[in-house]
């Protein structure tokens, strides 16, 4: 079969290898559409996750169930399903610990295009299948369904990591399409006034859109800045990291109240240390807390967040700006995705 790989840190091209095989518990699958990820661009080109040969990519999309193993009871051949980018082992100690994105150790739940090959492939493996997929519902075509592997999921989780309450005003550092799914995220959970930082139009408008009231640029002077002459100098209950680098945690904390909390979804592809502001800190007693967490895979997530999308509160469909017909536009998109030119959100390929 053949797929598209990183070959080394730099270097990306088509490649064959032999079908993947399935275990007892597993499902293959042959992909319908496939997104591209900005953690695609750091895992090629930053060398984020360190050095991989001949590695199909991408960790983002949907597919058709051709094969199941024996002991798989809800999935068949033919079946059109969600594929999380994050598929845990759901009997692993980690997942009953509560923590199946670490399933066999830190972050290891995540496995397409870091442990084993991902799926930007003619087929591709998925572990412990019953756990981890879903059905595409009634209702959600195959370009929206891709949002649902990440975009969806780490958006949200970003708010559930900053643990937003109603009537917070809640900052969202970065609004790529995991920022936006914050944006959508923080409004649906009762956030009084969000603060949107970035500055591509097509996202700003998207975000205004998504429920966001205000919004700056980091290109026009520090976040922090901004932020408190927006907030009469008191600063925000909740922040949200989904775009910056190792840099971005200065101003959240310098932009958070005391009591406050930060989730973080970025990918720090880069830096060896993050810097935590002493004095903004609290010296150490502020309560400003920071979480940083991978999205939870699994059906049920998978099968709620869906039903936001077919129950009409949650249109995805604007993530979606660049859509491509066809296997070989696999490389143009990942492209895109590193170009980020100003039209961008979102690329997909429908196979
Ligand atoms: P994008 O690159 O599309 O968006 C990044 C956003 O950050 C843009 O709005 C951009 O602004 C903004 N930005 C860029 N530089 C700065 C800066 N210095 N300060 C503040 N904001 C800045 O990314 P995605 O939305 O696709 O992904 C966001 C991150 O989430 C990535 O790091 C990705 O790897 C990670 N991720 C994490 C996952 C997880 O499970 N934890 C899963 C998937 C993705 P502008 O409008 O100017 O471009
Ligand atoms: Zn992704």
């Known amino acids: 079969m053949k797929g598209y790989a990183m070959l080394k840190i730099g270097e990306v091209g088509w490649i064959e290898k032999d079908c993947p095989v399935c275990g007892p518990m597993d499902a293959i699958c042959k992909p319908l559409a496939l997104a591209i990820c900005t953690s695609d661009v750091h895992t090629v080109w930053e060398g984020a996750i ?16 051709v094969e199941v193993g024996s002991l798989v009871k809800d999935f068949k051949p033919g079946d059109r399903v969600l594929v999380p980018a994050i598929t845990p082992d759901w009997n692993s100690l980690e997942a009953q ?44 075509n195959t370009v929206d369904a891709c949002m649902l592997s990440d975009m969806v999921p780490t958006g949200f989780h970003g708010v559930e990591l900053a643990d ?52 700056i640029s980091y290109k026009k002077g520090p976040i922090e800045e901004q932020v408190l ?7 925000v209950d909740r922040v949200v990291i989904a775009g910056g680098s190792v ?26 240390y993050i810097n ?4 903004e800190w ?41 859509v491509f017909e066809g296997w070989e536009h696999l490389p143009e998109a ?4 590193k170009d980020k030119p100003a039209e961008l959100i979102k690329p997909v390929v429908k196979i």
């Not at 412990?128 to 209702?139: Q, R, V």
């Not at 935590?276 to 004095?279: A, H, L, N, T």
Request: proline content about 5%; charged content about 20%; aromatic content about 6%.
């Open 97 to 140: 610990g509560g923590y199946p994105m670490h399933s066999g150790g830190m972050l290891a739940g995540w496995k397409f295009s870091n442990f084993k090959d991902g799926v930007f492939s003619e087929y591709f493996h998925v572990n412990d299948a019953d756990g981890n997929l879903a059905l595409i519902p009634e209702g959600i």
């Open 164 to 215: 937003v309450q109603f009537g917070d005003i809640v900052l969202v550092i970065g609004i790529g399409p995991v920022g936006l799914m914050a944006v959508a995220g923080a409004n649906m959970r009762g956030a009084s006034r969000i603060i949107a930082v970035g500055t591509r139009p097509v996202c700003v408008a998207a975000a205004k859109k998504y429920g966001a009231t205000d919004f």
């Open 282 to 322: 609290g010296v150490g007693m502020g309560h400003k807390q920071i979480n940083g967490g991978l999205m939870p895979g699994g059906r049920l997530r998978m099968e709620k967040l869906a039903r936001l999308i077919t129950s009409g509160k949650l249109d995805v469909a604007p993530l979606s700006t660049h």
């Open 50 to 65: 360190g050095e991989r040969h001949n590695m199909i990519l991408g960790h983002e999309g949907c597919a058709e169930v």
């Open 229 to 235: 002459e927006l907030t009469g100098g008191k600063g």
């Open 276 to 279: 935590i502001p002493r004095v």
């Open 247 to 272: 840099e971005s945690f200065e101003p959240a904390v310098k932009s958070l109240k005391p009591g406050g909390k930060i989730g973080n979804v970025n990918y720090l592809g880069s830096g060896t």
């Open 334 to 337: 990942l492209q895109l995705m």
